[in-house]
């Protein structure tokens, strides 16, 4: 079975401070992975993707993230957070093996960024 | 620019109603899905179509129903046999499965 766990529902940290999102995830394969962001009433938006090659990955608006095949995880990063990324965070993986195309979502991490 | 258009924004449904949320794409893209997002519960599955013509049921497809007759549309009717249709739907599209979903801006679905 596939799943992903985003253990933290809710990241509180200060502006300029380094923020970390925690995902874990488990597929019978290897894994596509994924990080989206929603603002209110949005859609998700696509931050960063994992396929192949580097295990530091980086993507949209400053964010990066490291797979971690061994713990299993893929943990969002941005070295100095901003009030502006203050939203929901997803994680979201995709057996590379399997014939279907569907992505499993974690449920979320409410991100706050104080001034 | 290309995209995926869900309408309408805000849809209220009555007792014992069908209502028919759309999702068009631009994207040229294959594959589409359906997502239902309630508070706290992240996005669950309701139904995905890889080609014009064919579509799975997803984790919660009971009480909806798609078609996929054209390649940029993908339909969603919650039937009334969804006792608890509140919530917000997000369409989705991806081109393959290396690459990421495009998103919709929801539609909102609420009980009058």
């Known amino acids: 079975a596939q799943s992903v766990a985003q253990p933290e529902d809710q990241v509180k940290v200060a502006e300029g401070n380094p923020l970390t999102v925690k995902c874990t995830y488990s597929?019978?394969?290897?894994?596509?992975l994924f990080w989206y962001v929603q603002y209110p009433n949005r859609g998700l938006q696509f931050l960063l993707k994992?396929?192949?090659?580097?295990?530091l990955v980086k993507g949209s608006y400053g964010f990066e993230a490291e797979f971690n095949k061994s713990q299993t995880s893929f943990h969002l990063k941005k070295p100095s957070a901003l009030v502006s990324d203050s939203a929901l965070y997803f994680c979201?993986?995709?057996?590379?093996?399997?014939?279907?195309?569907?992505?499993?979502f974690g449920r979320g991490t409410q991100l706050t960024v104080w001034p | 620019d290309g995209g995926i258009t869900q309408s309408p924004k805000y849809l209220f449904r009555k007792e014992g109603q069908n209502v028919t949320l759309s999702c068009e794409q631009n994207?040229?893209?294959?594959?589409m899905y359906w997502y239902r997002q309630d508070p706290g519960q992240g996005l669950r599955l309701i139904y995905y179509?890889?080609?014009?013509?064919?579509?799975q049921k997803g984790d919660i497809a009971e009480g909806y129903s798609v078609s996929r007759e054209k390649k940029e549309s993908f339909p969603l009717t919650v039937t009334s046999a969804q006792k608890n249709p509140t919530a917000f739907y997000l369409c989705?599209?991806?081109?393959?499965?290396?690459?990421?979903?495009?998103f919709g801006d929801g539609t909102r679905l609420s009980i009058l």
């Open positions: 597929v019978s394969g290897n894994p596509y």
């Open positions: 179509s890889q080609i014009v013509n064919d579509f």
């Open positions: 979201a993986v995709r057996d590379r093996g399997s014939t279907l195309g569907r992505l499993y």
């Open positions: 989705a599209s991806t081109q393959s499965f290396n690459q990421p979903q495009h």
């Open positions: 994992y396929i192949t090659g580097d295990n």
């Open positions: 994207l040229n893209h294959d594959a």
